[in-house]
């Protein structure tokens, strides 16, 4: 089975902290993507990687942005946390030219004050 | 507006009951539609996968129906457990890398 690992399960951080959230896999998938779930919204995609070093803008960018140097690990990096990112972050990942291979992590939330 | 609406936003079942899940969509154009689940503090984990061609797949209790004339789809979850209690999240995708999530539907089964 595919293993995404998200590095902490709960976080809290001061306003204007920088702020890293690490994912990790283990299938050598190419593809890797970070979400933000919210409550009565969507999980709403923030940035996606086809490959390493290959990054593309999600639907909400702003504020954040990612690094992925290693094809198994994708860090989703918020600049300078602001309590409007409070939030459920989701990591996931899926092999290139697959549709249904999705795999999500567990999570990490966020709290910001 | 979200294109992918969901109703319920949540309901309670007594344990060893039926309820369906209603999924409206208006992705354009469309490639699959998946049903999720995802228990409390965790991430989604996928329950049905079905493209334009498939109205109905099974997977143990859970049963998902699309037609992809109205843009509708349902889940079903037959003589419901415990261990059913979830959010229930349907996801329309119109190509491989775009996912569009409904908010979900909170199912509580009760003994």
């Known amino acids: 089975d595919v293993k995404v690992t998200q590095s902490s399960r709960y976080l809290v951080k001061r306003t204007g902290e920088k702020v890293f959230l690490e994912c990790v896999q283990d299938?050598?998938?190419?593809?890797m993507f970070w979400y933000r779930q919210d409550p009565g919204l969507g999980l709403r995609l923030i940035y996606f990687?086809?490959?390493?070093?290959?990054?593309e803008k999600g639907d909400i960018p702003e504020g954040y942005s990612v690094s992925r140097e290693k094809k198994e690990r994708f860090s989703l990096i918020l600049e300078s946390a602001s309590t409007n990112q409070t939030s459920m972050y989701l990591c996931?990942?899926?092999?290139?030219?697959?549709?249904?291979?999705?795999?999500f992590g567990s999570g990490t939330r966020l709290t910001v004050v | 507006k979200n294109q992918v609406e969901q109703s319920p936003q949540s309901l309670i079942i007594l344990e060893g009951k039926n309820c369906t899940l209603q999924?409206?969509?208006?992705?354009?154009?469309?490639?699959?539609l998946r049903w999720y689940k995802q228990d409390t503090g965790r991430g989604p984990v996928s329950l049905t996968i079905?493209?334009?061609?498939?109205n109905t797949k099974s997977n143990g209790r859970y049963t998902a129906t699309l037609d992809a004339d109205t843009k509708q789809s349902s889940l079903h979850i037959t003589a419901s457990q415990l261990s059913d209690s979830a959010s229930y999240i349907c996801?329309?995708?119109?190509?491989?890398?775009?996912?569009?999530f409904g908010a979900g539907t909170t199912v509580t089964v009760r003994a």
């Open positions: 999924c409206n969509y208006t992705v354009s154009p469309f490639s699959n």
């Open positions: 996801v329309v995708s119109p190509n491989d890398y775009k996912l569009s």
């Open positions: 996931a990942t899926k092999r290139q030219g697959v549709i249904y291979g999705y795999t």
């Open positions: 990687s086809y490959d390493v070093k290959m990054k």
């Open positions: 079905m493209t334009f061609s498939e």
């Open positions: 299938m050598d998938h190419e593809n």
